[in-house]
Nanobody, 117 residues
């Protein structure tokens, strides 16, 4: 069955770094664009970063440009989100998302990131 399993979340101090991973299985990972979203308590889910199926193009929310990096390893069926200089307001559940050309979409269960001293 299709699975997207996020990992790497946790508690980090302001200014710290975390690297999230999302391991995919059950579908043709290399044909899907991948995205990271986040949802803070009481707020709507927001798009953080995207990467094309081949990995040749990325895009970011303005709020994370220059601090976050999305990447993927199609040989390992995994997408990553390197997060640097984290801020308290970035405390949220982070979700990975897969979407193909025909709009078939899968979601992971999310991983909690807490930025606090």
């Amino acid at each position: 069955q299709v699975q997207l399993v996020e990992s790497g979340g946790g508690l980090v101090q302001p200014g710290g770094s975390l690297r999230l991973s999302c391991a995919a299985s059950g579908f043709s990972f290399s044909t899907y664009a991948m995205k990271w979203y986040r949802q803070a308590a009481g707020k709507e889910r927001e798009l953080v970063a995207s990467i094309t199926s081949s990995g040749d193009s990325t895009s970011y929310a303005d709020s994370v440009k220059g601090r976050f990096t999305i990447s993927r390893d199609n040989a390992k069926n995994t997408v990553y989100l390197q997060m640097n200089s984290l801020k308290p307001e970035e405390t949220a559940v982070y979700y990975c998302n897969a979407r193909n050309f025909w709009g078939v979409t899968f979601w992971g269960q999310g991983t909690q990131v807490t930025v606090s001293s």
